[in-house]
């Protein structure tokens, strides 16, 4: 077995940020070309199907993604625990993707919204397959993140070449379709493949399931849980409203979930070590690896929140064209989420799942269901995509504050670390130096990259100054790699 390079944490966080930059600038790339060819309605019967299959892949999966990070981590330097626990947690979901076909299959020709749709059903359902083969949990699980963004950004690629190849009407959504899936999944079966450099891929015998079924029972709950009140106000907008509404409501969550992307790109990382950290008793080192990670949420999340909600005609603009305007009142619902999502990311994944705590986890999931159903059922059939993001809003502060009150002897002295009055102080500069930029009528792009530039120029200049933690460390990173891209050319040339 070759030997499985601990990568430092920073190195993972460089390629996690990078991984999650493709998975900005892929969509800054397509989404303007696709949202003005497709219009709302194309683009609103792809995310329709898109969340509709997201709940079988979460039933084919149980809660696997977070589970088997863990348990890879944690037998990772044993090739032949290794191999046994991938094996096993690949013939569950193997098992339980079947069983999700069958019930989809009986599903897409009895209800009348999937029934006139039946090819793109059909055809966004080998997702479930890809997943279930794509064993991405053990790549994260051994820290593998410059193998899993070198190929994730390939395949992107390949996906937006095709995009602008065979995309040319509002009738190509299902070319659409096909094409988000070569970008997200279709690189899983390059991980099947790849496997063999760290599992055997021959059946080794000696199974024992039960080990897992306790733990993925707790996860699944949670994958059930998360997916619901993730996915569940596009399903419930395509059901009782319109497609145009779910597409108004698709290009607002399409710049959420990058923007979260970005703010939880270090507690992705941090979950494996964290594991190991606590397998190996290792407690002051996850304790503070998980204040610096709070930290790091809040340094960033504060800055993008305000800039993007200020900001969100322009992104819309820009991004979906003027067809889409009734997605901007949903984008600015949704920011605050952004600082939400990212404390719980760190407070639920990176602290209490490597503690052994998922059922904490569950519980803090299922009231954001609740909330987030409830709400739904009251807003939707009044405000449409607004309504179903201040349900997302609430749902995740009601998420928020259980994993609080859960943590709270924990977090409270983390909480106190973390310097507030300069991020606050420097945001508000920020804003200060930017809010008079729309007035000077400059087309959309020049408007937004003049505006960032000072905007999150002027914030971690000003953090830089006051010495704020992680801008310091953030910049002592840029430098080092700096340096050392420069010492390798020089070393080159010579």
Known sequence: MPKIEKNSIKKNFFMNVLLTLSTFIFPLITFPYVSRVLTPIGTGKVAMATSFIQYFIMF????????????????RDDREKLTKTVHELLIISGVTSLIAYIILFACIPTIPKLAAEKPLYFLMSSTIFLNCIGIEWMYRGLEQYTYITVRSIIFKFIALVAMFLFIHDQGDYIIYGATTIVASSLSYVLNFVNARKYIDMKWVGGYDFKPHFKAVAIFLAMAVATTVYTHLDTVMLGFMTTDTDVGYYNAAIKIKNVLVSIVTSLGVVLLPRASYYVETNRMKDFKTISAKALDFVMVAAIPVTVYFIYFARQCIMLLSGEAYMGSIAPMQILMPTIIFIGITNILGIQILVPLGKERAVLHSEIVGAVVDLILNFILIPKYAASGAAIGTLIAELAVLIYQMVVLWKDVRPM?????????????ALAILATFWIPALGLRTFYTLALSALLFFGIYFGYLVLRKEPIALEALRFVKEKLHLNGKTKQEGDA
């Open 415 to 427: 909480l106190k670390s973390i310097s507030y009055l300069k991020i606050l102080v420097a945001t």
């Open 60 to 75: 084919a999966m149980l809660g696997i993604p977070t589970y088997g990070v863990r348990a890879v981590a944690k037998v």
